[in-house]
Every structure is written in C-alpha cells, then in structure tokens.
C-alpha cells in the first residue's frame, strides 16, 4: 500500500485547509486510516482517524470539534477538514493506515500503523 498526501499549505488563523490522503496498491478491505501530525521539535502525535466504512471516527481532543475526518465512497482517499486553524496547528501531517480492524484503544497509536505517506506541511501564520 502507497499513501500520497497532499493538500497543506500556508494558512491564516481562523482559516480552513482540507488534506488527502490517496492509497493505491493492495487495498485491504476492513482496514483503518488516520492522521498524525508532527510540530518542530516535538514528537508525532494523533490527531484523527477513521474506519473502514466511515462509521467510527476518533479525534484528539485538542482539533474535536474543528477537525472532520472522512473517506470516500471507494475507500481510497481520505480527507482532514481542519477548520478555525490555530497557530498550534503548525505541523508536518501523515496519513497513515493499518489492515486491521477498527479498535478504538489502538487506532491513536503509531505503532498500530503498518504504512505511512511521506507527510505534507501546514503553517498557521498571520
């Protein structure tokens, strides 16, 4: 499985970006995707992420209620919403997926992941 993200850019504060995340190869049916992101000099943290059929979604609690998680109907791209941008949100963004199943204790855990797309950047700056 190959993952391209794109989709970041520069931002104002209060401004909305909306991020892809393409998967081609061997697509495996059941499988989960998700969001990282990784500010300088901090470590890679979760930031959403979404089933397999788009019925269950999770979110860190510092982007609920901002940031919509969702996947097409062919279950080969999925998208990050991020609305009222905060200069907090300065980040390098990875998608993320993993074959398994959807569990809700796991799918916030990096190591949960299997495959990962080489990132996009998004600067909130006024």
């Known amino acids: 499985v190959q993952l391209q993200a794109s989709g970041g850019g520069l931002v104002q504060p209060g401004g909305s970006l909306r991020l892809s995340c393409t998967a081609s190869?061997?697509?495996?049916?059941?499988?989960?995707m998700g969001w990282f992101r990784q500010a300088p000099g901090k470590e890679r943290e979760f930031v959403s992420a979404?089933?397999?059929?788009?019925?269950?979604?999770r979110y860190a609690d510092s982007v609920k209620d901002r940031f919509t998680i969702f996947r097409d109907n062919a279950k080969t791209t999925m998208y990050l919403q991020m609305n009222s941008l905060k200069p907090e949100d300065t980040a390098v963004y990875y998608c993320?997926?993993?074959?398994?199943?959807?569990?809700?204790?796991?799918?916030?855990?990096?190591?949960?992941?299997?495959?990962w797309g080489q990132g996009t950047l998004v600067t909130v700056s006024s």
């Open positions: 190869g061997r697509i495996i049916s059941g499988g989960v």
């Open positions: 979404i089933s397999w059929t788009g019925n269950s979604a």
């Open positions: 993320a997926a993993r074959p398994s199943g959807w569990f809700y204790s796991r799918v916030a855990l990096s190591d949960e992941y299997d495959y």
